[in-house]
C-alpha cells in the first residue's frame, strides 16, 4: 500500500534538514562572532545586517523561543523518532477515549463556523471517533497532551493561518482544551481573510485562525493570456502578502501555515478567453510558488513558522472505513488533482530558497481517512467534526511542535 512516494519525500526532507541545518549552524556561528565583536550593537540592527529571524520582544516575552531558533531542529529528519507517522494505517477501537465528544449544542456555543456544526450533526456517525492511528510500528500515534501543550505553549500567541481545513483544526483543539463556550473575538475581513481569536485562560495561551484563500504577488501574462488573480474576488488573500498585514504575523510566538486548498478552484473560477483553463491550470504552480516564496519568507523571518501538508479530497461517497491512498486515486473534482503538484511545489520551494519552516506531512494519515462529510453534499474534502481524523492533526502538532 504504497502511497505518496514518502521514502522519496522523507530523502527530500533529509536534504532540507541538512541544508537548513548547516545555514542555521552557520547564522550561530556568525551571531557569536558579531556578539563577541561587537558588543554594542543594537540587536536590530545585527537583525538587519543578518536578516536573521529573531525578534527582540518575543525572545523576551518566551525565552524558550530563543533557544529554539538557535538549536538547528526545523525539519522531521527521521520519522521513527516522531512517531513514524508514514506508513502508519487506522484501526477501529471502540475502547479509544476520545479527545472530546461532539455535541450540537456545545458546536452551537463554540464554532467558528455554523457549518460545522450542522454537516457534523446531520451526515456523521458517532463512532468516526473510535479510530486510532497506528504507525509503521504498529504503535499508536502519541496522544495530543492537553496538560503538556498548557505547560509548553504557556503566555504565547499562536495562529493557525489557511482555509476551513484548518479551521475544523482550532475547532477541534478549542474542543481538545475543553471550551463548550467560545465567544470568538473577529477582526479584519480584509481581502476576505477575516481573523477570529479567543484566549485558552489556563495556560494564558491565544488562539488564532486567519483565513487565507489564494494568493498572486503580480499579474501573470503569456503570450495573448493574462492571469489576473484579483478577478477571483472572494478567496482573493493577497493582500496578506503586503508588509502591514505580515506585521500582524510578528505578534504571534508560533504560526501554522497550510497554503493548498484554494489554489486548485482556480482554472474554473478564472476560466476566460484570455484566462483559459487549461493555461491558468499549467500557470497555478508558478503562482503559488511566488505567492507562498513570498509569504513563508515574511512570516518566517520573526515568527516560528510549521508549514503543514495536509489533505486534499477524497472519494468519500458511500464509505466509511480507512482505505490505503494514492496520489492516483485523487479524484478530478474541484482541481484537486492539482495538490500533489502543489504539494512539491511546497517542498522545493523550501528546499531552493532556505526557508526556515518545520513541515509537518500529515497527508498520509488523513488521505487514508475516509471521514469527510459524507453525500448527499458531495463534501469528501472537510472532516466529520468529531473524527479521529481531524484530530491527528494535533497529535502530530503535539508530536513535532509543542511537545519539544
Ligand atoms: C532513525 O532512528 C532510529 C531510532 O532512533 C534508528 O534506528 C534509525 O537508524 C534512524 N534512521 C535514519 C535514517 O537515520
Ligand atoms: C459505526 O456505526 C454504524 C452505524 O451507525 C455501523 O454501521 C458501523 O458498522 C460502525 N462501524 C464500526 C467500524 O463498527
Ligand atoms: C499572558 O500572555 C501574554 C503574551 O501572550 C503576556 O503579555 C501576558 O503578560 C500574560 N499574562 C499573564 C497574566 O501572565
Ligand atoms: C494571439 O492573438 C493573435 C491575434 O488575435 C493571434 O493571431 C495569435 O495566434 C494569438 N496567439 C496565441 C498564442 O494564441
Ligand atoms: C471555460 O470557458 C469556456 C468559454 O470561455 C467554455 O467554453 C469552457 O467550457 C470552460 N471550461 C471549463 C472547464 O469550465
Ligand atoms: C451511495 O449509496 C446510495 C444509496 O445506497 C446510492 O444511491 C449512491 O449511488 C451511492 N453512491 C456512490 C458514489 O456509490
Ligand atoms: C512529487 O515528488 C515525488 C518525489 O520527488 C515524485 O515522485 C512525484 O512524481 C511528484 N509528483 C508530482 C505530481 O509532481
Not at 368 to 378: E, L, R
Request: charged content about 20%; proline content about 5%.
Amino acid at each position: 500500500m504504497s502511497i505518496i512516494p514518502s521514502v522519496a519525500y522523507a530523502e527530500k526532507r533529509m536534504t532540507v534538514g541538512y541544508a537548513i541545518a548547516s545555514f542555521k549552524l552557520t547564522i550561530a556561528i556568525l551571531v557569536m562572532i558579531v556578539l563577541i565583536t561587537a558588543p554594542n550593537l543594537e540587536f536590530s540592527s545585527l537583525r538587519q545586517g543578518l536578516t536573521l529571524a529573531v525578534s527582540n520582544r518575543k525572545s523576551l516575552r518566551s525565552p524558550k523561543r530563543n533557544a529554539e531558533l538557535s538549536v538547528p531542529t526545523t525539519l522531521p529528519t527521521n520519522q521513527s523518532i516522531i512517531g513514524g507517522v508514514q506508513g502508519g494505517h487506522w484501526e477501529y477501537d471502540e475502547h479509544n477515549t476520545p479527545p472530546y465528544v461532539f455535541s450540537p449544542q456545545a458546536c452551537m456555543a463554540s464554532f467558528i463556523d455554523q457549518r460545522d456544526c450542522i454537516k457534523t450533526d446531520k451526515y456523521c456517525r458517532s463512532n468516526l471517533t473510535n479510530w486510532v492511528y497506528k504507525d509503521r510500528n504498529n504503535k499508536h500515534y502519541p496522544r495530543f497532551d492537553v496538560d503538556g501543550f498548557r505547560r509548553n505553549m504557556r503566555n504565547s500567541r499562536i495562529i493557525f493561518v489557511g482555509s476551513s481545513l484548518v479551521r475544523q483544526q482550532v475547532q477541534a483543539l478549542v474542543w481538545t482544551l475543553g471550551h463548550n463556550e467560545v465567544k470568538w473575538e473577529k477582526t479584519g475581513s480584509t481581502c476576505s481573510s477575516r481573523r477570529v481569536c479567543m484566549l485558552d485562560a489556563i495556560g494564558n495561551i491565544t488562539i488564532c485562525h486567519r483565513f487565507m484563500g489564494s494568493m498572486a504577488t503580480r499579474v501573470y501574462h503569456e503570450g495573448n493570456f493574462t492571469l489576473d488573480h484579483h478577478l477571483r474576488g472572494h478567496g482573493d488573500s493577497s493582500c496578506l502578502l503586503l508588509d502591514e498585514m505580515i506585521a500582524e504575523f510578528n505578534e504571534f510566538d508560533l504560526a501554522f501555515v497550510q497554503s493548498i486548498a484554494w489554489f486548485p478552484g482556480l482554472p474554473r473560477v478564472l476560466n476566460s478567453s484570455s484566462s483559459p483553463f487549461d493555461w491558468v491550470s499549467r500557470m497555478i504552480p508558478k503562482v503559488y510558488y511566488d505567492a507562498m516564496n513570498v509569504f513563508l519568507s515574511k512570516v518566517s523571518r520573526q515568527t516560528k513558522t510549521v508549514f503543514v501538508l495536509g489533505q486534499t479530497g477524497t472519494k468519500c461517497a458511500n464509505k466509511s472505513a480507512p482505505e490505503p491512498f494514492s496520489v492516483d486515486k485523487i479524484p478530478n473534482s474541484y482541481g484537486w488533482q492539482l495538490a500533489p503538484k502543489l504539494w512539491n511545489v511546497s517542498l522545493s520551494l523550501i528546499q531552493q530558497k532556505e526557508i526556515i519552516v518545520q513541515v509537518i506531512d500529515a497527508r498520509e494519515p488523513l488521505m487514508q481517512s475516509v471521514h469527510a462529510h459524507p453525500s448527499p453534499d458531495h463534501d469528501c474534502l472537510h472532516f466529520c467534526m468529531n473524527s479521529a481524523a481531524i484530530n491527528i492533526y494535533l497529535d502530530m502538532y503535539w508530536a513535532e511542535v509543542f511537545s519539544l
